[in-house]
């Protein structure tokens, strides 16, 4: 005869802490790439432009690239770590640097 294991529950307090907790440090410290339907395109922690013309634009994101194919492309702002462009987007690429 089988022995059923016992789970232990959690009781609602615990599981409703871990629920809403704070994500680990390093969290916050990824890349975040915002696309808006209207043509903007905001970056977070962007680590460099590895390409830039009117067409195109290539991302250095730490470990990816992201490439952002469209029209009138437009660097907007850059500076701390965001980075803002403007313009048509009509396909984003996504390519592994490793």
Not at 12 to 24: A, E, M
Not at 36 to 47: H, W
Not at 54 to 60: K, M
């Amino acid at each position: 005869m089988k022995h059923k294991r016992k789970t232990r529950r959690e009781s609602p307090g615990t599981y409703l802490k871990r629920l809403v907790r704070q994500p680990p440090a390093a969290f916050y410290r990824q890349p975040v790439l915002h696309i808006q339907c209207g043509g903007q395109v905001e970056v977070e922690g962007c680590k460099g432009v590895l390409l830039y013309d009117e067409s195109q634009i290539r991302l250095d994101m730490g470990g990816w690239q992201v490439s952002l194919y469209g029209d009138e492309l437009t660097l907007c702002g850059v500076g701390g770590r965001m980075l803002t462009l403007k313009g048509r987007i009509f396909r984003a690429e996504f390519s592994n640097e490793r």
